[in-house]
């Protein structure tokens, strides 16, 4: 045996904690490993052996509607946040900080991928043309889902962490048959070298605090047996709620693709650029056949995890101005301003058609019908179920013991308004 002594079992949760504390400083200031990034918290365009050539694909109007996507979403996100505030949403998910993750990736998937997202990748919903008021459905309640997966190959929100990360791969490996299938009839029938379908693949968003989940160890596994066409695409937010990235790993998250036999790639989470190249490249070599990449999007969660959270409980504002400072909105206007390939008319109609959105959605929102509750009943399953009847009677009973209370309710409110028209007259 080369070993001179065994590791220490010893555990000191003190000691671990201090550690961890360090790491995590140390990752924020200066990432140790090495991350793909060409467009730098500057604003100033850098360059890579393996993804310039990518960047350098990206006409003037592309890198215009990247920024003004990200812009979109960042004000839709505060318009949401608004709507939740008010009480007309029940609960809202955040983005703000992740544009850059959320539309550089989203933007580098073709319309045939189909994208499992969790429940906080409104920017690559934008990308894939679902209706952002149709999304706050569910945060309202009136909805189980929101909007037709189908319609766009973007799955519904899965709020159970990981869970969309096996039925990612198994849809990849579902493709992967049908297109075996399909060639395998092309050359059957003569028709083989003919037009086809594009190759597809499948990409699947999760957090850092999800990769812990054996679900996800699950996935990959299958993903590398089967060379299945999908890209894990981890959005490192450096925030399980409460809980810091570096509890989850003590290896840069991109690291664990190696031990499945597949590439894992860290790239800057804020820098657009980088992010559309990183993943253009890996939905291109999974629909070649080449099999599963992670991607490790390095970001920040700038806001609360949710409006149900407070940040300020267990981080400092330090950190969170650290992350400003790499902003992904502000590097992108700088490079566009710099390059002559935007000015103060582009930005102020990106402002406008943001303002836009937000009216839309406000508007939208409050004209939301609120469904029967019944139907919640109705729902459960197929035919007619006695215990579901039981409850649905039980729930009946209990109601009707508000309805003196609403009476009284509606007289005190014609109370008030009586008073109220006699002040007036007065
Ligand atoms: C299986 C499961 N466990 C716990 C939760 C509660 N929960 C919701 S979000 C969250 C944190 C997830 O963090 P991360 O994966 O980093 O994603 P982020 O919210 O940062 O985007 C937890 C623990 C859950 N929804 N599902
Ligand atoms: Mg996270």
């Not at 190959?153 to 075996?180: C, E, S, W």
């Given at each position: 045996m080369g070993a001179t002594h065994l590791p220490s079992t010893e555990f000191d949760g003190t000691e671990m904690d201090d550690q961890l504390e360090a790491e995590a400083e140390a990752q924020l200031g200066d990432p140790a490993e090495p991350m793909v990034q060409l467009l730098g918290p500057d604003g100033t365009l850098g360059s890579d052996p393996v993804f310039s050539k990518y960047a350098e694909k990206l006409d003037p109007d592309t890198l215009r509607g990247f920024y003004a996507d990200m812009a979109k979403i960042r004000r839709f996100d505060v318009e949401a946040t608004a709507l939740q505030r008010q009480g007309q949403l029940a609960l809202w998910v955040p983005l703000t900080g992740q544009e850059a993750a959320q539309i550089g990736s989203g933007r580098a998937s073709q319309p045939q991928d189909y994208i499992f997202p969790t429940y906080r990748e409104h920017g690559v919903a934008l990308t894939r043309n679902v209706d952002l008021a149709e999304l706050l459905r569910q945060f309202r309640g009136v909805s189980n889902g929101g909007w037709n997966p189908?319609?766009?190959?973007?799955?519904?929100?899965?709020?159970?962490?990981?869970?969309?990360?096996?039925?990612?791969?198994?849809?990849?490996?579902?493709?992967?048959?049908?297109?075996?299938?399909?060639?395998?009839?092309?050359?059957a029938s003569g028709e083989a070298g003919q037009a086809v379908e594009p190759n597809a693949a499948v990409m699947v968003y999760f957090g850092d605090g999800a990769s812990s989940e054996g679900d996800v160890h699950e996935s990959m596994v299958f993903a590398a047996s089967y060379q299945a066409p999908v890209v894990f695409f981890c959005q490192n937010n450096h925030w399980a709620i409460s809980v810091p990235s570096s509890v989850q790993t003590r290896i840069p998250l991109a690291n664990r693709a190696k031990g499945y036999g597949f590439p894992g790639i860290r790239v800057d989470g804020n820098d657009v650029i980088a992010v559309h190249a990183v993943t253009e490249w890996a939905l291109e070599r999974a629909r070649d056949g080449h099999g599963p990449v992670l991607i490790e999007a390095f970001t920040y969660r700038v806001g609360a995890h949710t409006t149900a959270d407070d940040p300020t409980k267990y981080r400092g504002s330090a950190e969170e101005g650290l992350w400003r400072a790499k902003d992904p909105l502000a590097r992108l206007e700088k490079y566009l301003r710099a390059e002559?390939?935007?000015?103060?008319?582009?930005?102020?109609?990106?402002?406008?058609?943001?303002?836009?959105?937000?009216?839309?959605?406000?508007?939208?929102?409050?004209?939301?019908?609120?469904?029967?509750?019944?139907?919640?009943?109705?729902?459960?399953?197929?035919?007619?179920?006695?215990?579901?009847?039981?409850?649905?009677?039980?729930?009946?009973?209990?109601?009707?013991?508000?309805?003196?209370?609403?009476?009284?309710?509606?007289?005190?409110?014609?109370?008030?308004?009586?008073?109220?028209?006699?002040?007036?007259?007065?």
């Open positions: 189908k319609d766009t190959n973007f799955h519904l929100y899965t709020l159970v962490l990981a869970a969309q990360t096996p039925h990612a791969v198994g849809y990849a490996m579902g493709i992967q048959r049908d297109q075996k299938l399909a060639a395998a009839n092309a050359v002559g390939l935007a000015d103060d008319s582009f930005f102020e109609q990106v402002r406008a058609d943001g303002d836009e959105l937000a009216a839309y959605v406000r508007k939208t929102t409050h004209d939301l019908e609120t469904p029967d509750i019944r139907t919640a009943f109705a729902n459960t399953y197929v035919e007619a179920h006695p215990l579901v009847a039981e409850e649905l009677a039980w729930f009946e009973e209990y109601s009707a013991g508000f309805a003196d209370e609403a009476t009284a309710d509606e007289a005190s409110a014609e109370e008030a308004d009586t008073v109220q028209t006699d002040r007036a007259a007065r």
